[in-house]
């Protein structure tokens, strides 16, 4: 007599290895499909997430208690990078100094800010990241908790060992090489661990 007992092993589904990318923000149509017809992306819109963050709120960008002020401490957490475990977090309290490109990359490695040290430079998926196409040809950060008209700014990624590339935020965010000794503003980004509200 056999035995019909047995533990019947279930295929389990490949787990994801992305997420959809953000919605751009532009929201007016110009022509038939168009980005600003389909809105593609997640997210409701370019500043709501389609879900709470931990905080209990669907705002994409907060600060390290939840709110979505700025007072001094110029750090946001951008909650449609939060991954379950860790959230990306941008320094921008000093987009008033312009700095050759060599120093804007290592200025503030060993600084503190909102209680976090190790902060670099963006990178190119980090800048358009938070670029507004909403906005396209008036400052692509001209929103909070960015709000600034300032034009040029560094990026980290490099073409080559003698250029540097900068992103022009009124010409709709083009990115185009120049002297690594051109003076021009930056802001820092830094991966932060999450658990519960708590963020190191």
Do not use: H
């Amino acid at each position: 007599m056999s035995d019909n007992r047995y533990i019947k092993a279930v295929a389990s589904a490949a787990a994801p290895v992305g997420a959809k990318r953000i919605k751009t923000g532009q929201t007016v149509s110009y022509n038939t499909a168009d980005d600003g017809a389909t809105q593609r992306g997640r997210s409701t819109d370019f500043l709501t997430l389609a879900s709470n963050n931990p905080f209990g709120t669907t705002s994409r960008f907060t600060n390290k208690t939840g709110g979505t002020t700025y007072p001094s401490i110029k750090v946001t957490y951008d909650w449609s990078t939060y991954d379950g475990s860790t959230v990306l977090a941008y320094y921008f309290g000093d987009m008033s100094s312009t700095r050759a490109l060599a120093t804007q990359l290592t200025q503030y490695t060993g600084s503190t800010f909102d209680g976090l040290t190790g902060w670099y430079l963006t990178n190119f998926q980090e800048m358009t990241n938070i670029m507004n196409a909403g906005l396209w040809n008036n400052y692509m950060l001209n929103y909070p908790p960015f709000s600034t008209t300032l034009r040029y700014f560094w990026i980290s990624s490099q073409p080559s060992g003698t250029t540097g590339v900068a992103t022009d935020l009124a010409a709709s965010g083009a990115f185009t090489a120049t002297a690594k000794t051109n003076a021009l503003y930056g802001i820092w980004v830094r991966v932060c661990t999450v658990s519960g509200t708590t963020i190191t």
